[in-house]
């Protein structure tokens, strides 16, 4: 059988220098893949997603979530591996929602593959009057999704599953 | 565009692929679209190569083409390993994401490469001794 080569006229991804505080490389990826280009487009999610609270620049493939998360906006930090070297080597804890406060990572994980889906950093809680949890209040999450938006959105206001979410602090 | 990928649910996959952080997000969440596994219920793994052949004629310049790689790719998750693994292995996917898709591709394909349940219905035996080399489509022809 014939090799089929299968290829876009974007570029390839590249890595850049990114390290933990244990001064080990994360392995990453700086996106330059297709995008939302046009405003029509853009606004299609804004129709589809009207709670979403705020929403920050264009859409951009260089950062993901775990991108804006850990990795200053620089580049896309996908792989299971990676986001698991940076909870340890950056000295996160996993701590319960109850004792969540501004500052601390949401991290959505699928609860089959443990796949890192999403994560996003809790700047603030609502009172919460449908899918309210343990204490009746929502948190509210700046992320970035996919290679869509930064947004601003409750907990569960988003693309992703919060079944099996998981909270983490920095230790020190 | 290829004939076989206009019944595709665009809107929904450049949802997927927008919104995804992670190749298991997009692998899940396509495979989860009907219009994908329709894709695998109504053509042959050849007819689903051929597409993807069509598209490598030329590098994909736009989004719709490269979603309809991703559809396809993942159709393929739900035919048997055996029909597909061949043809994995001589794509080179050049695509965000193309090799991890593979692996997930793999993982989640339908393992009947060795037939063994048609032979136990057919004759009353709780297994055969020997694994049989085809599938069970076949199989029933034969019988």
Known sequence: MQKILIRTTMPE???????????EHIDNEQCFCFTLKDKKECEEYKIKYPEV????????PIY???????????????QREAVKQILDEDNY?????????????MMYIEPESGDYVHSGVVVHEIQAILGANDSGRQLVIVSKWGKYKE???????CPYSPVGAKFYRVKG | MNAIVQKLDFEGLKEIYMMANTPGYLFKNIRSLASVESL????????????????????????????SVYAILIALSFKPLYQIKPLLENLELQIQWGDHLKELILA????VNEISSTTSLAFGSEKPRTPLLFPTSELLIKL
């Open chain 1, 93 to 105: 804890n996993e701590i319960s929602r109850s004792e969540v406060k501004p500052g601390d990572v």
């Open chain 1, 151 to 157: 947004v601003m959105h409750t907990e569960t206001y």
């Open chain 2, 108 to 111: 989640h394909a339908n393992q």
């Open chain 1, 53 to 60: 609270m705020f929403v920050r620049n264009e859409p951009t």
């Open chain 2, 40 to 67: 695998a219920k109504n053509y042959s793994v050849d007819e689903l190569q051929n597409a993807l052949e069509e598209i490598a004629t030329e590098p994909i310049s736009e989004i719709a083409g490269l979603l």
């Open chain 1, 13 to 23: 991804g590249e890595e850049i220098a990114l390290d933990s505080r244990k001064r």
């Open chain 1, 64 to 78: 993901n979530c775990h991108g804006l998360t850990f990795g200053g906006r620089r580049t896309t930090i996908w």
